[in-house]
C-alpha cells in the first residue's frame, strides 16, 4: 500500500536521513525510535506530503504522493500527520474542531464519531470551549482525534504520549489498537521511547546517524538488543564485563543461584527503590553501577548469574 524508496532529505548542508526504504501493508503499524534531532519529525514531514524529499520516492496504492512544490495544498488526504504543533483550529470549539474533518460522514455519523471521539479523549465536558484555551495534554488529545475524524488510509503519530497522563494514554493506546485491527488503519509512529511502540507496532526500526535499521518485532529489541545504545530506547539495561566479554542484560534477566553458571559478578549494594509491585536494586560492579528488579531488597547478595530466572 505504501511504498517508500531510498528516500533522503538534507537542510542545507545537513543531511538528515538517507536512503530509506521500506513498504507497509494495510494494517501495518511500524515504529520508528531515534533519538532527539534525529531527524525523526521531519521523516514524518515528508512520507506525509508536507516537505519535498532531497532524493527517494513516495507511492500510496501506486500513486506519487507529491511535496508542496509539486501540489497547490501541501498534503495528502489519506495520509494525516499528528505532530506536536496540534494544527488545530484555535478559536473554533473542540467540537467544531472535529465536525470540521468530518465532511465525508453523513450528519448523523458525523455527530456519532464526533462523541465516541470526544468520550475517548475525555474532552465532553470542554466540548464548547475553543481550542486556544486548552492545556497541553488536552490539545494533543484533540489533535489525535482530529486525525481519526478523518479515517485516513495512514496516520502518521510523531511523540503522539508526550502531553498525555497514564490513564487516557492507556483508552488511547486500546483504541488505536482496535482501528488497527478492525478497520486495518495503517500506522507510523515516532518516538524517542521504544516501550510506546512495544505497546502497538508490529515492526519497529532504529533511525541513527542518518540510516534507518532493519525493522524487527519489537520483543527483538528488548530481548537481543543490537548494541548498549539502541537496547536503551526500550528500556533498563545493564552492561558489565564478564571473563573480557561485554554483555548486556534487563534488569530481570537474572539468577541469584550462581552455582555452575557460566556468567558470575560480584555485587556490592548501594540501594533500593520501592516501585509497588517490586523492588529496583541498585549495585555497583567492577564494570559500573547496575540495576535489577525482584519482589525484595537485595541487601545480603554479593553475586549474580546473568540469566533468566
Known amino acids: 500500500m505504501l511504498k517508500v524508496k531510498e528516500l533522503s532529505f538534507s537542510r542545507g548542508e545537513r543531511l538528515l536521513f538517507s536512503d530509506v526504504t521500506f513498504q507497509l501493508k494495510k494494517g501495518d503499524f511500524i515504529g520508528i525510535v531515534g533519538a532527539s534531532g534525529s531527524g525523526k519529525s521531519t521523516l514524518l514531514q515528508v512520507l506525509a506530503g508536507l516537505l519535498t524529499p532531497t532524493t527517494g520516492q513516495i507511492l500510496l496504492n501506486k500513486e506519487i504522493v507529491r511535496g508542496p512544490n509539486e501540489t497547490l495544498v501541501p498534503g495528502h488526504p489519506e495520509i494525516q500527520l499528528v505532530n506536536q504543533e496540534f494544527a488545530l483550529d484555535p478559536y473554533h470549539t473542540v467540537k467544531e474542531n472535529l465536525l470540521v474533518k468530518g465532511q465525508h460522514l453523513t450528519k448523523e455519523a ?17 466540548k464548547n470551549n475553543k481550542a486556544i484555551d486548552l492545556s497541553g495534554g488536552e490539545k494533543q488529545r484533540l489533535a489525535i482525534a482530529r486525525a481519526l475524524m478523518l ?3 495512514v496516520v502518521l503519530l510523531d511523540e503522539p ?16 489498537r482496535a482501528l488497527n485491527k478492525f478497520r486495518k488503519t495503517t500506522y507510523v509512529m515516532v518516538t524517542h521511547d521504544g516501550s510506546d511502540v512495544m505497546a502497538l507496532a ?30 536503551l530506547f526500550f528500556g533498563e539495561l545493564n552492561k558489565v564485563k564478564v571473563n573480557g566479554k561485554e554483555l548486556l542484560f534487563r534488569p530481570d534477566e537474572f539468577q ?4 555452575d553458571q557460566p556468567f558470575v559478578i560480584k555485587i556490592r549494594y548501594k540501594f533500593a527503590v520501592a516501585m509497588g509491585g517490586y523492588y529496583e536494586n541498585h549495585f555497583q560492579t567492577s564494570s559500573g553501577p547496575i540495576i535489577v528488579h525482584h519482589l525484595n531488597e537485595l541487601s545480603e547478595i554479593k553475586e549474580i548469574a546473568i540469566g533468566k530466572n
Open 110 to 126: 458525523r455527530e456519532e464519531l464526533v462523541e465516541d471521539l470526544l468520550q475517548l479523549i475525555e474532552l465532553e465536558h470542554l
Open 151 to 153: 479515517e485516513p488510509m
Open 161 to 176: 504520549f508526550a502531553h498525555l497522563d497514564a490513564t487516557i494514554k492507556r483508552k488511547v493506546i486500546s483504541y488505536l
Open 202 to 231: 508490529n515492526r519497529v526500526a532504529v533511525l541513527e546517524n542518518c540510516k534507518l535499521s532493519e525493522f524487527r518485532e519489537p520483543i527483538e529489541w528488548y530481548k537481543s538488543p543490537v548494541n548498549f545504545k539502541q537496547g
Open 256 to 259: 541469584l543461584d550462581t552455582v
